[in-house]
């Protein structure tokens, strides 16, 4: 995976000598486990073969990032877009399963594109209480001449039950005032003075304009071909699990989901079934011991886009060529 890169870009490289380091991390399994055995690990494996092993109701939080029904490459290994039916068929292979994964109490997140949301609206129905969609703006993608240019993204946000954990003080929006009113007596109304900013804390909507992608100047960014910002990740995370709950991402990627999970003091569960992704993820697992920051989220809130300078200065501090994750193995290992 490691590619000649621009100066200044700061995508994260795996070398041979860290796809060595960081295939000790991770683990299979072949046989009913504990919740113990599979906490704060990558499971390197197909999704299929691991669910009859894993531990019934153990997960607080689910966050999933299946791939869409399009034709995509994930460094090699190919998902063919299907005909809808099919789509449908595949989605019910697995989320019945990962439901039983599930406390009764857990909430459940479910990212789609605009035409995956569809089939996996009609699935997700049949086993879950739906709360809301989620909108998102996605301000990347390629322009086209006779449609309409795809900039947005679905997130489902489902419940076991009647009984789930939201925590909308959590995850409260930073936004800059525009009309800044004063009281009588001159004080702001409903905002906050910093200096010459004027901001204001504002209850989050399913219509999220604040999230940046990933991209070659971020040192989160990889060559995921999906990988999902961390700050998107982070607002899940943080409205609906508590510190030291449990979150599982059965579609793991690059590490994103487990990566803020530790940053923010949760326990995590990731599956991924590609080697190099799964050494990735636990490259990033072992810079969350360096550094905790998520891009957009300081101070207990997040900000809107491109308004704190203070925390892009943080970005700027260089990657060490080799992390190690303190909490598997020590340096001489």
């Known amino acids: 995976m490691m590619k000649p890169r621009a100066p200044r870009n700061r995508t994260l490289n795996l070398s041979l000598v860290e796809q060595d380091l960081y295939s000790k991390y991770w683990i299979s399994l ?24 894993l531990p019934k109701h153990f997960v ?15 460094n090699g290994r190919k998902f063919r877009q299907r005909h809808e039916k099919d789509y449908v068929s595949w989605l019910n292979s697995w989320i019945p399963y990962v439901k039983n994964l599930l406390k009764p109490t857990a909430s459940a997140y479910f990212c789609a594109d605009w035409k995956t949301s569809i089939p996996l609206h009609s699935v997700l129905k049949e086993h879950f209480w739906i709360r809301n969609r989620i909108t998102w703006e996605r301000e990347k993608g390629r322009g086209a001449s006779t449609n309409w240019k795809n900039a947005c993204e679905d997130i ?22 525009i009309a800044p009113y004063r009281t009588s007596t001159g004080k702001p109304k409903d905002w906050d003075e910093m200096g010459e900013d004027r901001y204001r804390l504002t209850h989050p909507s399913n219509l999220w304009t604040d999230i940046t992608v990933p991209f070659w100047s971020m040192p989160e960014n990889t060559d995921h071909p999906t990988q999902k910002p961390e700050k998107l990740i982070a607002k899940l995370i943080l409205a609906s699990s508590k510190v030291s709950d449990v979150v599982f991402d059965p579609f793991l990627g690059s590490g994103t989901t487990s990566v803020v999970a530790k940053k923010l003091n949760r326990r995590f569960v990731g599956i991924e079934i590609e080697p190099e992704y799964c050494c990735l993820a636990e490259k990033r697992l072992a810079l969350a011991d360096l550094d905790i920051s998520i891009q957009g989220y300081s101070d207990g809130v997040f900000w809107e886009r491109n308004t704190l300078a203070a925390q892009q200065k943080k970005q700027l501090g260089r990657v060490p060529e080799i992390a190690v994750r303190s909490d598997i193995l020590s340096p001489e290992d």
């Open 60 to 74: 607080d939080l689910l966050i999933v990032d299946p791939p869409y029904n399009l034709d995509k490459d994930f």
């Open 30 to 53: 072949n046989q009913t486990t504990s919740v113990d055995t599979i906490l704060n690990k990558t499971i390197c494996q197909d999704l299929l073969q691991t669910l009859p092993h």
């Open 156 to 177: 489902w946000f489902c419940s076991v039950s009647d009984n789930y954990y939201f925590d909308v003080e959590a995850v409260k929006l930073k936004r800059q005032v």
